[in-house]
């Protein structure tokens, strides 16, 4: 297996890393992610890496990546899940995830997104046609 | 210094990296290691066996469980034949790389173990060795 199944969900895009990442499938992931950004037109990538045992600098570096390129495609980007051990090592290893959202699980993650990319404000303001900013003013 | 058990893995390509990671867990949970020291060690164990395939084109791995006033550890030596550091001191420092990583492997690795020893001649090769003691001290 040499590919990570990348799930399309309205507007976000959902990976479950369900697998020992080795360099080749985490580049493989990174390429098909930011084309599958580009062909959907996805506002979110929210990954989940709860079953992840191992996150080491390259691994941590392509999640960075996935964020950063997303960003300038107009999309956010949630890590969900990490595992306590995995994020006392990270930070021991001297990799601190900058840039990169995270949420404890996928139901936080998800609300993250829509709050990050103002879909459900921008559904609302459809349905009363009016401004939010007026509420708070 | 005793050894108990002693096995040996040739690495040569990415693919190798994750049975060798399952071998050093399984490993390390013989040996009745928390999952907080597991990940650490697996993770360091993940940037030697990056640096052994990208510097070297792979190499050898010995894996052992040693014990040392009662205690048990797992003990990894990574050996390659490839170009060898120049300059070990600059290697160990953190965001230095000669490719294009974020230059984490080494030091990062150097504080995720309790021991950790770097040997290296120029056109001869590399050999690490790191020691993870069951209590993480």
Known sequence: MDRIPILKMGPFLLVTIQVDLYDRLALNLENDLISMVSKTGARGVLIDISAVNI???????????????????????????????????????????QGVHTALNVEKGMDLLYDRTDLLTTQEDEDNGEDPDDYND | MITMTKD???????????????????????????????????????????????????????????????????RLTFVDEGPGIENISQAMLDGFSTGKSLGLGLPGAKRLVNEFDIKSVVGTGTTVTVTHWKNGR
């Open chain 2, 8 to 74: 040996t893995m040739q690495i040569v390509r990415e693919q190798d990296v994750v049975p060798f990671r399952n071998r050093v867990r399984e490993l390390s949970t013989k040996i009745g290691m928390s999952l907080v020291n597991q990940t650490k060690l697996i993770t360091a164990a993940s940037e030697l066996v990056r640096n052994m395939l990208k510097y070297a084109n792979g190499g050898k791995i010995t894996l052992e469980i040693v014990s040392k006033n009662g205690q048990n550890g797992v």
């Open chain 1, 55 to 97: 996150v080491d600098s390259f691994m941590g570096r392509i999640l960075g990546n996935i964020a950063s390129m997303s960003r300038i495609m107009d999309a956010e980007t949630v890590v969900v899940g990490m595992q306590p051990a995995v994020a006392i090592t990270l930070v021991e290893l001297g990799l601190t995830l």
